[in-house]
């Protein structure tokens, strides 16, 4: 899978998050499947067949670089490092650089330059924009006696005259009751600068939504905007975490941090959320609705006046079933539903609903679930508890068929978690330096932590300290990482990190999220192993790493048949890989100690991660689904934003929740 650029991010220069929907249209070149978000292009590659292939001479950062938003007439403060890696047997020559706009200056890297056999040459880069505009260019390497290497660069010029306010930096919403919606807050934006700026996009993460923006918004000087921010808490939990991103065309992104506690519901309620999962023409589809606080069983029914879109029916049971007509319009339809619980007299309550008809995108989207052995659907491994999947691997993230960390183990995690504080370039503690989470992975991992970046770089409730770098990269499967001396790692330290200003050692934390992609079908055991030697290698490159959080990726069921990808049930069964390898660090086998008094440190603390597989359509017990929306054209990359949002949703709760993560992930002034 390809490192991917994110088109929700268009203008993140790892720092700064820009939110967007582009055309698209797919090609294939070299082996990969493209995407073409233009000005971008994001490419997967097939993971059974072409994993490892390298090409002998490849440009990193893949395929695209952003330099985020810069002043007019200014110089971004980190240049940014592009490189040609070498990856093959003979040596290559760079006979000159060019560049399609003036806007990008080669700071330095001499040509011509001879790159030896698994060698590399740095060019570095600057953007100096002339307006305020988004700016697309090449930068083309001249190769001797082979095909010409080109890396896509945008910057985006914005005007010292061009100004944003939102009216608050965070919002609370006190113990709301399951199964009920809040009312709504507002967060109003205003154009306080001399020049006009466009609003491309807001984003909200689950259990929070807006309302008010729904297009491109045009924004004159003293022109404002109303958001309506409501919370509809699906699940009792001490605190629920979210983000709302405000992006604009020529200013930084804007950024609301959200926080809402829900409490037990006082009386019946519908705890699905009101926004459903998306359908598609022509597919098959599901949603159970869920109700609470009343006296089960429950009765569904809709309203008299609503219907659901042609050949969709709502059941007494409260699921949603059929198959979508192909003549549906590609709109959303929101239909009210009531529910009626078995009290006497009966209790009833109505929500409304809003369900998104979709065009088919490429995938096998009538996969909204998958089987496994004996025609049963697979449970994902935080549901199967002390039962089995193949009558050889028990269910539970940790062992005994639980969720839960060993409280010893745990708790050595949280006092790593409690010693974890800034460091400067060369790994020195500072009150001015870096706490940098480090995501490690292939494209999917990549897709995610864009996101997550862009996201987090506007949350005023994460520490201004911690700097989240994606460091994930297409073709970096578990077996490339497992060898410390691949080339995967140099273009972490190389590039990755110095292009987001920090260095490798300032690396505290890490996120993995990696597959073993060698075998058709891959093995547990192998994915298991490779975590394991990353684990060693990541400590040696990054020796002040303290903790890695790992997880498995997402559904890729609408895969299966179209694409020889990371089909189903190998998706599935990496949860399996990182849970035997978190568990044989927890029984002190395979060399992965982390605790001095038992001997020399030789990994870091590992933990899981959120788990966000779920069976398709058919929920977790963590409320989590994949639609075929959720996901490119491929079954299997996240689709941006849709997927990508869910999963970095998740994976940025996760870190504002968990006490291992929370106490150097949170500012000190946001709610524990």
Request: glycine share 8%; net charge neutral; hydrophobic share 40%.
């Amino acid at each position: 899978m390809a490192r991917n650029t994110l088109s929700q991010a268009i203008k993140n220069d790892r720092s700064h998050l820009r939110l967007s929907i582009l055309p698209f249209q797919k090609i294939r070149k070299n082996n990969l499947t493209c995407t073409i978000l233009l000005p971008l292009t994001l490419c997967a590659l097939f993971l059974a067949s072409s994993e490892a292939t390298v090409t002998t001479a490849a440009v990193y950062p893949q395929n695209f670089l952003n330099f985020g938003i810069v002043t007019v007439n200014t110089t971004g403060a980190v240049p940014q490092t592009i490189s040609v890696y070498n990856q093959g047997t003979t040596s290559v020559t760079v006979n000159s650089v060019t560049f399609s706009i003036p806007q990008f200056q080669l700071v330095s890297g001499a040509t011509p330059v001879t790159i030896a056999p698994q060698g590399f040459a740095n060019f570095v880069v600057s953007f100096t924009p002339a307006t305020a505009k988004i700016y697309t260019g090449t930068m083309t390497f001249a190769m001797a006696g082979s095909p010409n290497l080109v890396e896509t660069l945008t910057g985006t010029g914005s005007s010292l005259l061009s100004a944003s306010t939102v009216s608050t930096k965070s919002l609370t919403f006190s113990s709301q009751g399951v199964g009920t919606v809040s009312a709504p807050q507002t967060v109003t934006i205003t154009n306080t600068g001399k020049t006009s700026f466009k609003i491309t996009s807001v984003t909200v993460t689950n259990p929070f939504a807006q309302t008010g923006f729904t297009t491109t918004t045009a924004m004159k000087p003293g022109a404002i905007l109303n958001l309506q921010i409501t919370f509809a808490p699906f699940q009792a939990a001490d605190a629920a975490y979210g983000t709302l991103v405000i992006a604009y065309d020529t200013v930084p992104s804007s950024g609301v941090s959200l926080f809402g506690s829900a409490s037990a519901p006082a009386s019946l309620g519908i705890n699905s959320f009101p926004a459903l999962p998306s359908s598609v023409q022509g597919a098959a589809y599901q949603a159970a609705l869920s109700a609470v606080g009343g006296v089960a069983p429950y009765t569904w029914k809709l309203a008299p006046t609503s219907k659901l879109p042609s050949g969709l029916t709502l059941s007494s049971a409260g699921v949603i079933s059929g198959t979508v007509a192909s003549t549906v319009a590609p709109v959303n339809y929101s239909f009210p539903v009531q529910v009626r619980d078995s009290n006497t007299p009966p209790s009833t309550h109505n929500t409304v609903f809003t369900l998104p008809v979709a065009v088919p995108t490429g995938s096998n989207c009538n996969t909204i679930s998958y089987d496994g052995t004996g025609n049963t659907p697979l449970v994902s491994l935080m549901d199967l508890g002390t039962n089995f999947y193949k009558n050889l691997y028990q269910g539970g993230l940790y062992a005994n068929g639980v969720n839960t960390d060993d409280p010893v183990h745990d708790a050595f995690g949280q006092s790593l978690a409690a010693g974890i504080q800034p460091l400067d370039i060369n790994g020195n503690p500072s009150p001015n330096g870096k706490e940098v989470l480090l995501t490690i992975g292939q494209s999917n991992t990549t897709g995610i932590s864009q996101t997550l970046t862009g996201i987090a770089s506007v949350d005023p409730s994460i520490n201004p300290g911690v700097v989240i770098v994606d460091g994930g990269t297409g073709s970096a499967g578990g077996a490339q990482l497992a060898d410390p001396s691949s080339f995967y790692w140099t273009v972490v330290t190389n590039n990755y990190l110095p292009n987001a200003g920090v260095s490798a050692n300032q690396v505290v934390a890490a996120w993995v999220n990696d597959v073993d992609a060698q075998g058709n079908p891959p093995k547990l055991t192998s994915l298991q192993s490779e975590l394991e030697s990353m684990m060693r290698n990541m400590l040696v490159l990054f020796p002040n790493l303290k903790i890695v959080y790992l997880s498995s990726v997402n559904y890729t069921g609408y895969s299966n048949g179209v694409v020889q990808e990371y089909n189903e049930p190998y998706a599935y069964e990496a949860g399996f890989g990182v849970k035997l390898a978190i568990q044989d660090q927890l029984n002190g086998v395979n060399n992965l100690n982390f605790d001095p008094s038992k001997g020399t440190v030789v990994a870091p603390w590992m933990a899981w991660g959120p788990y966000y597989w779920a069976n398709g359509l058919t929920p977790n017990s963590d409320s989590m689904v994949w639609a075929c929306t959720d996901l490119m054209s491929d079954g299997t990359h996240p689709a941006d934003p849709a997927g990508r949002v869910k999963a970095s949703g998740r994976l940025l709760n996760f870190f504002k929740t968990d006490d291992t993560a929370a106490p150097w992930f949170l500012a000190p002034a946001s709610p524990h």
